[in-house]
Structure formats: structure tokens, C-alpha cells
């Protein structure tokens, strides 16, 4: 009984581990430089996690601290993600290449955020927050 306790938990342990380090290596296999720092399982989030800084504190701290490359990979918890910091490639990013980058985690409800009900053309661009889907193909070439 003991024995199959011990198997349990050290099964648990590895698949956990497995799991853990399953993407550890992302940014460095594809040649894109990674920001220093991550942690097995909360990534650059550390400083999240505890409450020392907020979300968008975390992702300016690695803006600032890799500022003199055009792209950055960070580890938003265990889920590998890239920040593009050059304005050229941003453009290349929206305009030619957005069908294998329209989709990200902001997610914005028009009811409570106004600047998603402005005008387009009033909008400053810095501010305009992605929309959904489709309605994202359809104003994206505005």
C-alpha cells in the first residue's frame, strides 16, 4: 500500500514536472531572444503572482529592459508569448501577417471601455484595443 502511494505521487510529480518544463526552451529553439528571468511554471509573472506589480507593470519592466530589439518571447505563466517592440514589424504584424496574430488575450467589452465606441477615425491608434474575430478583418484596413 505504501509502495503504490509512493508510486502515485512520484508519478504525479513527474508528469507535473513534464508539464512544467514542456515549453521552457520555446523562444530558444526558434532564434528569438528571450527575456531574462522566467521561472519554472510562472514564467515572468513572479512578481504577479506576489502582488508586487500589476500585469501590465511585468510587461513593461521586459519592454524596457529589451528595448533595443525589434522582438522579445516572455512566458506569461507557462504559455510562451511574444512582444514585438519595433514599429516596422508591428506594421508588418497587423497589416500582411494578422491572420496568424488577430487573435490575443485582450479581451474588450464596448459597453465598458468608451474608447471602443468612438469613431474609428477619432480613435487614437496607440488606444484602439482588438476587436473580436470578424469585426477585426472588417475594420482592419481602415
Request: some cysteine; proline content about 7%; overall charge positive.
Amino acid at each position: 500500500m505504501v509502495l503504490l502511494c509512493v508510486s502515485l505521487i512520484l508519478g504525479a510529480l513527474t508528469l507535473l514536472f513534464v508539464y512544467l518544463t514542456n515549453n521552457i526552451k520555446y523562444w530558444q529553439k526558434r532564434g528569438i531572444p528571450c527575456a531574462n528571468g522566467a521561472l519554472l511554471g510562472v514564467g515572468h509573472m513572479w512578481d504577479f503572482i506576489t502582488s508586487k506589480k500589476s500585469f501590465q507593470d511585468c510587461c513593461h519592466k521586459i519592454y524596457n529592459d529589451n528595448s533595443n530589439r525589434s522582438a522579445v518571447g516572455f512566458y506569461n505563466f507557462t504559455t510562451p508569448t511574444l512582444m514585438v517592440l519595433d514599429p516596422e514589424l508591428v506594421k508588418t504584424v497587423l497589416q500582411t501577417k494578422f491572420t496568424s496574430f488577430h487573435e490575443n488575450n485582450v479581451k474588450v467589452n464596448p459597453e465598458l471601455d468608451p474608447l471602443t465606441k468612438m469613431p474609428l477615425k477619432m480613435t487614437p491608434i496607440a488606444l484602439l484595443p482588438k476587436p473580436e474575430g470578424g469585426l477585426w478583418v472588417s475594420i482592419r484596413p481602415l
